[in-house]
Every structure is written in structure tokens, then in C-alpha cells.
């Protein structure tokens, strides 16, 4: 299992170095990864879009994602965009 905690900023500016972070973490992933959202105060476009290829990229790898802590704001604002069947989002 890995878990992948997301910063207080999730945007443009994060994302690149969050990308070299996180890809170690995948390619290690076997079954099951947690994404925890506690901390995350903001987020925009590309940080959804970056959840949004994350998710992806271990589904194809057949893990299964699981949210903790999910952020209001996050589930409210990837609602809004139409994402959170991408990012396989429930409250």
C-alpha cells in the first residue's frame, strides 16, 4: 500500500514537483493506495487534472484508490467540473 498526501496547494505551482514525488510511489504501488486530502486549503485546474491522470495511472495499474480525508473543497470543486467519477470521488 502507498499513501499519497497532498500538500495545503494543490495548483500549478505544486504540481510539477508533486509529479517527480508521487511517480516513485506509483511505479511501487501494488493493490491499494490512499490519497489523503486533510491538508489541502486549494486547489485549481491543473491540480484536479493532475488527480485526475494519478487516478488513472493506478487504475490502470488495477490499485484500487481510497480517499481519506477527503476535502470539501476538492470534492466540490472537481464536482462542479464533472470530475469526480474520474477521480473516483464519494462522499
Known amino acids: 500500500m502507498a499513501t499519497f498526501t497532498l500538500p495545503e496547494k494543490l495548483t500549478a505551482e505544486t504540481v510539477v ?8 510511489k506509483v511505479e511501487s504501488c501494488d493493490s491499494k493506495a ?9 486547489t ?5 487534472q493532475f488527480l ?3 487516478v488513472a495511472d493506478l487504475a490502470r495499474r488495477s490499485v484500487v ?3 481519506d480525508n477527503l ?3 476538492l ?13 473516483q470521488l464519494e462522499l
Request: hydrophobic share 50%.
Open 75 to 87: 470534492y466540490q470543486s472537481a464536482d462542479e467540473l464533472g470530475l469526480c467519477g474520474a477521480l
Open 52 to 54: 485526475a491522470v494519478l
Open 34 to 42: 490512499v490519497i489523503d486530502s486533510g491538508e489541502l486549503i486549494e
Open 71 to 73: 476535502s470539501i473543497d
Open 65 to 67: 484508490v481510497v480517499w
Open 17 to 24: 514537483e508533486l509529479h517527480m514525488a508521487f511517480s516513485q
Open 44 to 48: 485549481d485546474l491543473l491540480g484536479l
